[in-house]
């Protein structure tokens, strides 16, 4: 199979869907000739002119905005939203229009729009520029909330964000951009609220999200070697989760991490490790572990930066801590 | 006098009654404790909704504001289901989900009134986008007051449709109060000139006068569709009650004799009334049947609102996703 | 025609407001919008006006009365001639204390319920002491607890083999016999006592004497069985819930009898018909010719069973038995379990002793 940058990725779903359906269209800051200032939508323009890849002044409570209405009365826009931080500019077209119209007109008007933004520390960008704030959108009843770990997943996730008649949020990891990974060339979807296991494994459960599963991959190849069997699980959305996939792993390792690049207070991962106390307690052989991005915000100094996101070896020392329990691994 | 004019006079004329009374019924419920919630009262405003929305067709869209009853009324809703939303009941608009201040009527064009307020302007500047974009021929209209010239979101999209010459046009109702302050402490400059700034044909019009509302509409809606838009329209009227039900002891911030003169010398229903009688469009008889009329089907949808069902309980999590 | 007059909303948050001043009396004739009383909420007093023509002729809640808005607080007819009537039917005053002492009766009484259910849940947890409750604050995993339960295991003897919690899945055996064995499970002492103080006492007392004896239970005599029943109930070191103690008496060999003992005194033990679960077996042996029996053991009767064997003394006088307590060693402790026998010996010698 051939592999294509998460870039790639992205630009082929939105171009497919443009192509199949031509309400679908591009709202935002610098998305036509500029492409992006991560490129990823190049050449969309050329092939769907300035009436379908609309580049906005730089005003995102008011595109997105246009937006809702936009998708209230019979299109599907994508909005495109430069950095994930300028979440907190649009909160009230999302929040309380976006996710909320469907509801409050008693299921009469549907919003079905995309807004794609991105999260993701450790590019020297400072706090304004370096946060993940899917937590934020996915506390919100009305939103969902996709979070892509390579390529594969870019597409997929993609492709039935356009489609799905409700308002999703889809962050990208801006430092994955350029990773590539076999993408079929054939259409395919992947359906919300479906988790991947990307490995399976027996002794712990590695829940990451987004830009965490490559770390949970590498934390798991670790721990291989030291004999400790690691299942890594990608919820891929989380809103909705599918909560009985991980339930199901947590019954069988007894032991999780949740490991997340959202802060870690009143975030994904205790959303998650709350659900698996719930519904996996009786299974549990240790306490389940959070790993989130530390409460701070995010410093710009590279030393100081790196300490701020959980990473494998991090995760392997946790793992080795949980497992202690087990005579047969202890050292 | 032509047929046809009569037939719209006599329409327009109808439907500010029936704003009227709708409110006078609405208040009651609040007064009388058998609605929840409170609701905001568009008496003496009703000659902006229907001098705009008569010249509307089915097909055009309006976003509303938290003092939307009269945009619902003016855009072809009906009382019953208008009742229904106000008591939370099943048969409402939005079964009961959305309430006084977010009656949506998707059939009539009424893309919902909005809890926010300036919120909707985004959504009345994308549903003009979408005409644009489908070459629909359609014109929204974005209702919302003076207060909503304070929020930013306005002047982004208006910055957007002008670039873009969308088919919107942006109304707004000055009844000059925001809340509980007046529009002079809260608004420098003009207000027309909020729109001027971006290039925008700004027109202010009494609107108390149902006819030159509907008149003005008409040719900027006209113009709309030629792609000639946005518009600004700034419409000078007075609303008869405070900011929301509650809202009874007001003289801080004005006084019972302005009240008493924008309701004794500028009501758009009776000055409309005066009219229609000297130009010889209607009898005094005629208009006084019509108010006798509306007022008995008012009567009618409380008494069918109150008798009606809640929805089921089981509905409290449904349409939080669209299928 | 009749209309009812609502307290007005006035207020976006308000739930009642008092009536300030009444500007009609029952009887007065009023118009529409003519000023009829004045009501102050938290915020001011403002003036309500009439919205019917007609006669007041009723006034249901007084000046100074505070009333929940909607509610009727007069009524406006087309004639005057209803006043009397109504007005007579009500009121405002005393309807509105009345309403008062409700509210405070009503809450004097959720007080009470509180603390009732207060007692007992601080009682509970006093009379609790089994090895299952042992499992609860012993430092383990869910996971190894629910294996514990599952596989029978005592977490307390887990210890006692030398293992150190928190215990993970790995540390729970597969089955109790790994941990245990069977001849660690049941723990004995035995007692020697004469019945002649209890036969005695039951001479004494269906000859009318006894103390416990209440109306309507004349025609009931005391048994040595039901005495022993209180006994044993009495001090017991652990039992299963709070309800009492059940106890099964097996005699004859083949008669069983299920007592129900609710307090201290004889007259509440109870017999009755049938039991799911109880606390102690008694095995009655001292009229037949065997002198012991010893509790079956093994996994699945690791329980908080405590067996008292009742056999006669071979070796000693026609009243004498013996009394052996089968416990598990896990379920009480051994100095709890011999003070509780010595008190059921001390009382089947002296009986009295259970009467103070």
Known sequence: MRSITLSQAVNEAIAEEMRRDPTVIILGEDVAEAGTPFKVLSGLVEEFGTDRVIDTPISEPGFTGIAVGAAMTGLRP??????????????????????????????????????????????????????????????????????????????????????????????EDKLMYQDKAPVPEEEFLIPFGEAKVHQAGDDITLIATSSMVQVAQAAARLLAAQNISAEVIDPRTIAPLDCSTLIESVKKTSRAIVIDEGHQQYGVTAEIASVIAHDAFYYLDAPVHRMGAMDVPVPFSPVLEDLTVPTPDRVVEQAKKLMRGVREHVA | MASNQREQWLRMYEQMVKIRQFEFQANQLYLDAKMPGLTHMYSGQEAVAVGICDALEKTDSITSTHRGHGHCVAKGAEFKAMFCELLGKAEGYCRGKGGSMHIADQDNGNLGANAIVGGSAGIATGAALTAKI????????????????????????????????????????????????????????????RGEAFGIEAFEVDGQNVLAVNNLTQTLVERSRKGEGPFLMVLDTYRYHGHHVGDINRTYYRSKEEEAHWRDERDPIDNFEAHMIAKKGATKKELKEIRARVEQEAKAAVEYALQA??????????????? | ??????????????????????????????????????????????????????????????????????????????????????????????????????????????????????????????????????????????????????????????????????FHAADIPRSSDQLTGSDQVIAMLQATVDLTGIQDFIEWSNEGNGANKGEGESSSSLSTQQMLAAFCASGMPSISSGNGITLRVTDHLDVVRYWMVGGT????????????????????????????????TGP?????????????????????????????????????????????????????????
């Not at chain 3, 204390?97 to 009484?109: F, L, R």
């Not at chain 3, 033990?269 to 095995?283: E, G, L, S």
Request: glycine share 6%; charged share 15%.
């Open chain 3, 265 to 296: 005194g004889l007259s509440a033990v109870v017999q009755v018909d049938n039991a799911a679960h109880w606390d102690i077996d008694i095995i009655d042996l001292s009229q037949t010719m065997i002198v012991d029996y010893l509790p079956a």
């Open chain 2, 309 to 323: 069902d809640y929805p089921p309980l089981d509905e409290v999590d449904s349409h939080v996703f669209a299928a």
């Open chain 1, 78 to 171: 994508i909005v495109d939203l430069m950095f994930g931080d300028f979440l907190y500019l649009v909160m009230d077209q999302l929040c309380n229009q976006a996710a909320k119209t469907h509801y409050m007109s008693g299921g009469k008007l549907t919003v079905p729009m995309v807004l794609r933004t991105n999260l993701g520390a450790t590019r020297r960008s400072a706090a304004q520029h370096s946060q993940s704030l899917h937590a934020l959108v996915a506390h919100i009843p009305g939103l969902k909330v996709a979070m892509p770990s390579s390529a594969y997943e870019a597409k997929g996730l993609m492709k039935t964000a356009i489609r799905d008649n409700n308002p999703v949020v889809i962050f």
């Open chain 3, 300 to 356: 699945s009767s690791i329980t908080r069973q405590v067996t008292l064997v009742v056999c006669s003394d071979p070796s000693a006088s026609q009243q004498s038995v013996n009394l052996r307590l089968y416990f598990p060693a896990s379920s009480m402790s051994t100095i709890a379990a011999a003070n509780w026998l010595q008190g059921i010996a001390k009382r089947c010698v002296n009986p009295l002793l259970q009467l103070i």
């Open chain 2, 134 to 193: 489908l070459g629909t021929d359609s014109v929204t209209v974005c209702f919302f007051g003076d207060g909503a010239m304070g929020q930013g979101l306005l002047y982004e999209v208006m910055n957007m449709a002008a670039l873009w010459h969308l088919p919107v046009i942006y109304a707004c109702e000055n009844n000059h109060y925001g809340e509980y302050t007046k529009t002079e402490e809260m608004a420098a400059g003009e207000l027309k000139a």
């Open chain 3, 1 to 166: 025609m009749s209309h009812e007059v609502l307290m007005p909303q006035l207020g976006m948050a308000q739930n009642s407001a008092i009536i300030v001043s009444w500007n009609k009396t029952v009887g007065e004739p009023v118009t529409e919008g003519e000023l009829l009383l004045e009501v102050e909420t938290d915020k001011a007093v403002m003036e309500v006006e009439s919205r019917h023509n007609g006669f007041v002729t009723a006034i249901l809640s007084g000046a100074g009365s505070d009333v929940p808005i909607g509610d009727v607080i007069a009524m406006i007819s087309a004639s005057a001639d209803d006043a009397v009537v109504v007005t007579k039917q009500t009121d405002p005053s005393t309807a509105a204390q009345k309403t008062t002492d409700a509210a405070v009766a009503a809450s004097s009484a959720t007080i009470s319920i509180k603390s009732t259910q207060k007692n007992n849940a601080d009682t509970a947890p006093a009379q609790t002491d089994t090895a299952l409750n042992n499992n609860h604050t012993i430092l383990a995993s869910p996971k190894a607890k629910r294996l514990a339960y599952e596989r029978g295991v005592d977490l307390q003897r887990l210890i006692e083999s030398g293992a150190v919690p928190p």
